[in-house]
């Protein structure tokens, strides 16, 4: 079975710093992963997807993530935090032999002035 | 339509009444998934339904819930004799087949309230 943990419910950063949302995950088997973003009052939309390709994801607005599957992680960067980040994201991930995207609890980015 | 439209966007009901909650998925999406996010969890899978194969019902919490999807379109979530539990945002989404390597998109939601 499989299982996405994100550390931290709530992350905060100044405009203009890095932002660093991390999830781990667990599968016996290759998984694929997947970060989505939650404006508020707002369905949830893909920001990246890994899918056994490039290890290192690029999505939208800037944001990437990188599959280390070493360490069973994919978190989530953004070099530079934008007001307009404020949101919650949520890590997810599947596999082959199972369509359920299983979600991580997600994580609300404040972003300070 | 453009995407995936749910109806209605809030409900508040009594507890005890039933409730029905409609999600209307991207045209030609074949793969239809209902989840529920409660406060400050993650997304809980509820059922799937991918074309005119049975749908996987393995993640409804108790059989007051049920689901049905007509003509491979629209899908009504039903939820019998509701509790101040089931209380959560009901969320829908499509995709074209398979999650594994295709984007699942989602509708706004059903803010249900139970009181």
């Known amino acids: 079975a499989q299982s996405v943990t994100q550390l931290g419910s709530h992350v905060s950063v100044s405009e203009g710093a890095l932002v660093l949302l991390r999830c781990n995950y667990s599968?016996?088997?290759?998984?694929?992963l997947f970060w989505y973003v939650q404006y508020p009052n707002q369905g949830l939309q893909l920001l990246l997807k890994?899918?056994?390709?490039a290890t290192l994801v690029k999505g939208i607005n800037g944001f990437e993530a990188e599959f280390k599957k070493s360490e069973t992680s994919f978190h989530l960067t953004k070099p530079s935090a934008h007001m307009s980040d404020a949101a919650e994201y949520f890590c997810a991930v599947t596999t082959d032999s199972n369509y359920q995207l299983i979600w991580g609890a997600g994580t609300k980015l404040i972003i300070k002035p | 339509g453009a995407g995936v439209s749910q109806s209605p966007s809030n409900k508040v009901t009594e507890k005890g009444k039933d409730v029905e909650l409609r999600c209307d998925p991207i045209s030609g999406h074949t793969a239809l998934y209902w989840y529920r996010q409660s406060l400050g969890q993650g997304l809980e899978f509820l059922i799937y339904?991918?074309?005119?194969?049975?749908?996987?019902k393995s993640g409804l919490p108790s059989d007051r819930f049920s689901a049905e999807r007509t003509g491979g379109s629209v899908s009504t979530l039903t939820i019998q004799r509701t509790q101040q539990e089931d209380s959560a945002v009901y969320l829908c989404a499509s995709s074209k087949r398979r999650l594994r390597n295709t984007e699942a998109f989602f509708g706004q939601g059903t803010r249900l309230t139970v009181v």
């Open positions: 599968s016996s088997v290759p998984p694929y």
């Open positions: 890994y899918t056994s390709a």
């Open positions: 339904f991918q074309g005119n194969s049975a749908p996987d």
